[in-house]
């Protein structure tokens, strides 16, 4: 497998409370992004980081905050989580910008309740 | 900006049909990747094919091929002899050399029937 793994799989939650989701990778790859996914829209960009420390907004990013405090570990955060954001949640992982494609983690559905 | 369209939303045919799933995309950029992925009903992200936008070669995998054709700005996947297996959601993306975003198509789920 490639060396990304996504924690927890499955989360149900109510509404209001926060969330943090988290992506580790052992492939020491520089980008690391978060999509959520739903039905006819596809995927979704969140946020992305390149590199520790730096991160940047997606497509659809209110309501989420991220962090990357070291290379390996991208946390995604619900700050006061909503039925909206009920949905799957992937993490992806690139070497490099470009045409190098992503690998995705297995993703983590969250119930907003 | 940048979209990728994939007007079928679901197609449902019988084994051993071949079966074609379309995909559109825009973008200003002039090099640019297209992604296919699959995503079984486990719910995984599974890697197809990728191309770049010099490269307007058909190519085949096994039961797999992808006609990329600028012109149309179409990077359409055709399955042929379809199997029980095959049934799955396809989505079509889309990355600019610029950007820092893999765009998504809204995906096509396909239905193999025995």
Known sequence: ?113 | AQKVTQAQTEISVVEKEDVTLDCVYETRDTTYYLFWYKQPPSGELVFLIRRNSFDEQNEISGRYSWNFQKSTSSFNFTITASQVVDSAVYFCALLTNAGNMLTFGGGTRLMVKP
């Open chain 1, 1 to 113: 497998d490639a060396g990304i793994t996504q924690s927890p799989r499955h989360k149900v939650t109510e509404t209001g409370t926060p969330v943090t989701l988290r992506c580790h990778q052992t492939e020491n790859h520089r980008y690391m992004y978060w999509y959520r996914q739903d039905p006819g829209h596809g995927l979704r960009l969140i946020h992305y980081s390149y590199g520790v420390k730096d991160t940047d907004k997606g497509e659809v990013s209110d309501g989420y905050s991220v962090s990357r405090s070291k290379t390996e570990d991208f946390l995604l955060t619900l700050e006061s989580a909503t039925s909206s954001q009920t949905s799957v949640y992937f993490c992806a992982i690139s070497a490099e910008r470009g045409g190098y494609g992503y690998t995705f983690g297995s993703g983590t559905r969250l119930t907003v309740v």
